[in-house]
């Protein structure tokens, strides 16, 4: 990735978890923590992409601080459970040093699924930037055929266990998924996932009791179930290793319906468009800077169409839209072939129905390319 998408990512990272603490309004002092993960488990890669010298193990720790919230004036929290948040530390050890050793600084987010007064069942979401990989290089690193930047989007999801075990101390163990991935902006780019075994402990600066966890919740009806939504992002890809980067675009247009407060269904139409395409041998590249390029964009060599079914997972202003397209109209000539693609998307309402965003489009397991987005809702 390019220093300029590192600091984006960065910075949108860590201004989602400053969102969430804003929009928490407690008194932190009260609730702050750190916490340690220790993990281990499996280097997770596409066949005949394995460095000579892996053997599919690693090892890694986690340093995170946090905010738990509490009962209190804010009924998104109550509505979710009352979750924690904060900025974390990631350091890893691969074995495999053509790969590298990465670390991450990245924000995260953790969601009681189920909860008593002293144990709970969650699930986690980590977004931020890694850097300390060493990619592939066709002279001085050859092996390393998984991933080709330095510095990468780093993602994890986990489900954990977590007990209190006294005033200052919680235990937690849990499973998890990381990957690693730049967005095709530089290739290659299979991308580095991981699945782990984790076990960690929580250390409360202040001693808080038992905390209470009650929901005496009690919400007004939703008066406007329905909303129109458009957005249009941007991003870039690399179709060849050592080449150049393409611009991409999408448009889209479609129907949500809210499920209560917390989620949305949606289906809609997206309309991508590329800044390249491949001739009729699948080899040659005719970019937007080639003279035939917008000859044969009448062609729609560049254009695809989808049909895209939506889910939305709502906190306040901060939301993850996420969910599943099939192409409707989509040349082979213009990409790899797959009839469908996958897209998830971290976003923030920066004002009444406008929202930013920043996700990845996918086919399958490997990113197309990473999405910066801007949009509007609309109730109906």
């Known amino acids: 990735m390019s220093k300029r998408h590192v600091l984006l990512v960065l910075a949108f990272s860590l201004f989602f978890s400053a969102s969430w603490a ?3 309004n407690h008194n932190s002092k009260k609730k702050t923590f750190f916490k340690h993960n220790s993990e281990f488990g499996a280097l997770m890669v596409c066949e005949g992409k394995v460095p000579l010298d892996a053997d599919g193990v690693y090892y890694a720790s986690e340093f995170k601080f946090g905010w738990q919230t509490t ?10 459970r009352y979750p924690s948040y904060g900025i974390g530390f990631y350091t890893g050890h691969l074995e495999s040093l053509d ?8 924000g995260w987010l953790n969601i009681p699924i189920v909860r008593s007064q002293r144990s709970s069942i969650n699930y986690e979401f980590g977004f931020g930037i890694s850097y300390n990989f060493n990619p592939h290089d066709d002279a001085s690193n050859p092996l390393n055929l998984i991933i080709g930047s330095k510095n990468n989007a780093y993602i994890n999801v986990a489900f954990d266990y977590n007990y209190i075990l006294s005033e200052r101390f919680d235990l937690q163990a849990g499973i998890g998924y990381k990957h690693f991935s730049n967005g095709s902006y530089q290739l290659p780019n299979s991308g580095v996932n991981l699945l782990n075994l984790q076990i960690g402990v929580k250390y409360k600066l202040k001693k808080n009791g038992v905390p209470d966890y009650s929901n005496s919740l009690v919400l007004p009806v939703i008066e ?9 992002s941007a991003g870039s890809k690399q179709i060849v290793s050592g080449g150049g980067h393409y611009p991409m ?13 917390k989620n949305k269904i949606g289906l809609g139409l997206d309309t991508f468009w590329a800044g390249y ?16 390029f917008q000859g044969n964009l009448a062609k729609n060599k560049a254009i695809q169409l989808g049909l895209f079914l939506s889910g939305e997972m709502i906190y306040d202003r901060l939301s993850i839209f996420y969910g599943a397209g099939y192409y409707l109209h989509k040349k082979v000539e213009a990409d790899d072939g797959a009839p469908y693609y996958l897209r998830a998307q971290a976003r923030y309402f920066v004002y009444n ?4 965003g920043i996700g990845i489009k996918a086919h399958g397991g490997r990113a197309d ?3 910066w987005t801007i949009g509007y809702n609309l109730n109906l």
């Open 99 to 106: 790969v590298g050793k990465p670390n991450a600084l990245f």
């Open 71 to 80: 009962k209190g004036k804010n009924n998104w929290d109550q509505l979710y």
């Open 249 to 261: 675009y999408t448009f889209s247009l479609g129907l949500q319906k809210r499920l209560g407060y």
């Open 353 to 356: 129905n406008l929202f930013s």
């Open 369 to 371: 390319y990473i999405e």
């Open 277 to 292: 395409y491949k001739d009729a041998d699948g080899e040659t590249i005719i970019s937007m800077e080639d003279e035939s």
């Open 22 to 24: 804003q929009n928490s």
């Open 224 to 232: 406007s179930p329905y909303n129109l939504y458009f957005f249009t």
